[in-house]
């Protein structure tokens, strides 16, 4: 059959099992938002290119397949650089497909024209241009497969303009055949064999792609074998947090006792993470130049193991088959680390009692009464800020998936991943934890949330600064305020001109009525919550900060 290259190109998309993809329009690719018009993918107009990379990043965390975007040429994929370089970091499946000018005017700078090799080489896992339209199954295909193989992450695939509306008959290609995962008897023999002989292990579970059975398997096998679970930095949800054997994140602004205690370890089993400097606080508690402590290191990526420190034994597999393999296998005698565990549980349950922070909004309340009155299943979003150290410290996960953030630090990110959180999963609770610096970069998509349904409910940290930035500075530089305050428009008022539900909420004990009335408008809602600027972090003041002015 005869079809223009929009056609074949969504054509794919539905054979790949693609329901939905993010988008904001651009002429450069017409003919692919033609191709669109008449398939069964559902097209969530975005506004801003940043927002689109972002959701598809979400909705490849939230699916463990690629999220797809669509964006313009030059800026339109210079703003989809922040999504792919938060897919990058975190190890996320995404496809950008980008418009590209007329392949008979490539390399004369042309209209918008760039050369996104140049441009997303270094964040991209394969970056390709197609260069003719009879290949366009293939190109899909192979940036399927690349997206999800070894350590996922993001594919970016040129699409020149004339190429798109080139009319061409060309066979389809079946979508990609997942792999078959295999874990060996011998590998669990020698994972095992390794743990019985430490005598204080500790096992740390990350990585971008899990499920709701691999949370299960991870506490069987940690309650059969008493033996204590972290997560890395921004994977909360791997485990039950009230699970008596979660002990913990390792994220930035640790628990000291639980940096400690990796530090104490002996023996680390390591499912998943690539242990970059955040879990392993700036490679302090785990020094790649030395080798005094036992690490097992499994990971899907081959080439990740060993890269940054030395394994004394490394497994090449999915880290859901790997926990599903060792949750079967029982211990043939009790282990002896039973203390050790409770000591680190212990540890956890007094650093997650809330400390008492200045102001009539205390976000410590906010955040513990939302961990106890969410329902198991609710999903929870954040960007990059101080504030997102209260709703790491306080809030339990319970189910995966339960917590979307970006490892990369990227401010902006919470409202986007909501929206995606929520058109995936319309039954359940999603809520979007941003403080007022981070909202601000993609509040636009607020709009986005109204047109598609996506009822989100935004709570909104406003403390009037830039606070991480603000308490580096206080720190460094005391009283010499440069760039940090911050202007806030009326936040209910904004949330009522796109028809959403807005209020404000200025004492704590107001909070609860607010929420619910956030949750029974079935609207897009924004909850501001009126903070004191003195409450820099869960247990650090402005004047604490500050210390003697030099």
């Given at each position: ?46 506004r801003h290119e940043g927002g689109a990379a972002m959701m598809a990043d979400a909705h490849g965390k939230l699916t463990g397949t690629p999220g797809v975007a669509f964006v313009t040429r030059g800026p339109g994929a210079s703003n989809a650089a922040a999504g792919i370089h938060i897919a990058c970091q975190d190890s996320t499946p995404v496809i950008l497909f980008v418009g590209q000018v007329e392949r008979g005017h490539r390399d004369r700078e042309a209209f918008q024209e760039l050369d ?154 390591v499912i998943g993470s690539r242990l970059g400097d955040v879990p392993t606080g700036g490679y302090t508690l785990l020094d790649p130049a030395r080798a005094d402590k036992t690490l097992i290191h499994v990971h899907r990526d081959p080439d990740t193991l060993g890269e940054v420190h030395r394994p004394d034994l490394s497994i090449t597999a999915t880290p859901t088959e790997m926990v599903a393999r060792l949750a079967r296998r029982l211990p043939p005698s009790p282990r002896g680390w039973s ?212």
């Amino acid at each position: 059959m005869l079809r223009h290259g929009g056609r074949v190109l969504t054509d794919q998309l539905e054979l790949q099992g693609v329901r939905r993809v993010f988008s904001v329009p651009g002429e450069s690719f017409l003919a692919a938002l033609d191709g669109l018009h008449d398939s069964g993918i559902e097209n969530v107009v975005c506004r801003h290119e940043g927002g689109a990379a972002m959701m598809a990043d979400a909705h490849g965390k939230l699916t463990g397949t690629p999220g797809v975007a669509f964006v313009t040429r030059g800026p339109g994929a210079s703003n989809a650089a922040a999504g792919i370089h938060i897919a990058c970091q975190d190890s996320t499946p995404v496809i950008l497909f980008v418009g590209q000018v007329e392949r008979g005017h490539r390399d004369r700078e042309a209209f918008q024209e760039l050369d996104y090799r140049a441009v997303f080489g270094s964040m991209a896992k394969w970056v390709g241009e197609i260069d003719t339209a009879e290949r366009l199954p293939e190109y899909v295909s192979r940036a399927f497969h690349i997206a999800q193989s070894g350590r996922p992450g993001p594919v970016v695939l040129s699409l020149p303009e004339d190429m798109l509306s080139q009319e061409v008959t060309v066979p389809d290609l079946p979508g990609r055949a997942p792999p078959v995962e295999m874990v060996s008897d011998a590998a669990i023999d020698a994972i095992l064999a390794r743990l019985v002989r430490a005598a204080r292990p500790l096992v740390i579970v990350g990585g971008s792609i899990w499920s709701r059975n691999a949370a299960h398997d991870v506490a069987r096998f940690a309650e059969a074998w008493n033996l204590p679970v972290a997560v890395s930095f921004r994977r909360q949800d791997r485990m039950d947090n009230r699970h008596p054997n979660y002990i913990g994140d390792l994220g930035v602004g640790m628990n000291p006792s639980l940096a400690a205690r990796m530090s104490e370890a002996d023996c680390l089993l390591v499912i998943g993470s690539r242990l970059g400097d955040v879990p392993t606080g700036g490679y302090t508690l785990l020094d790649p130049a030395r080798a005094d402590k036992t690490l097992i290191h499994v990971h899907r990526d081959p080439d990740t193991l060993g890269e940054v420190h030395r394994p004394d034994l490394s497994i090449t597999a999915t880290p859901t088959e790997m926990v599903a393999r060792l949750a079967r296998r029982l211990p043939p005698s009790p282990r002896g680390w039973s203390g050790w565990t409770r000591a680190a549980r212990a540890d956890y349950e007094a650093w997650t009692i809330p400390m008492q922070t200045p102001g009539d909004v205390k976000l410590e309340e906010v955040v513990v009464w939302l961990s106890t009155t969410l329902p198991d299943t609710a999903i929870v979003t954040n960007g990059a800020g101080n504030y997102a150290a209260w709703v790491h410290r306080y809030f339990r996960a319970r189910s995966y998936p339960g917590q979307l953030a970006p490892t990369s630090g990227s401010m902006g990110y919470g409202l986007p991943a909501a929206i995606a959180a929520k058109l995936e999963h319309p039954e359940r609770t999603v809520v979007c934890f941003a403080g007022d610096g981070c909202f601000q970069m993609t509040l636009n998509e607020f709009s986005t949330a109204r047109q598609h349904g996506a009822a989100v409910i935004v709570i909104l940290c406003n403390n009037g600064h830039y606070g991480t930035i603000r308490m580096h500075q206080e720190k460094t530089y005391p009283g010499r305020v440069s760039g940090t305050a911050m202007f806030n428009p009326d936040y209910a008022a904004f949330a009522a001109a796109y028809g959403g539900h807005g209020e404000r909420v200025t004492r704590s004990d107001a909070f609860p009525a607010a929420f619910r009335r956030a949750e029974a408008s079935g609207l897009p809602a924004i909850i501001e919550l009126a903070l004191d600027p003195e409450a820099l972090s869960p247990a650090l003041t402005m004047s604490a900060a500050r210390g003697p002015r030099r």
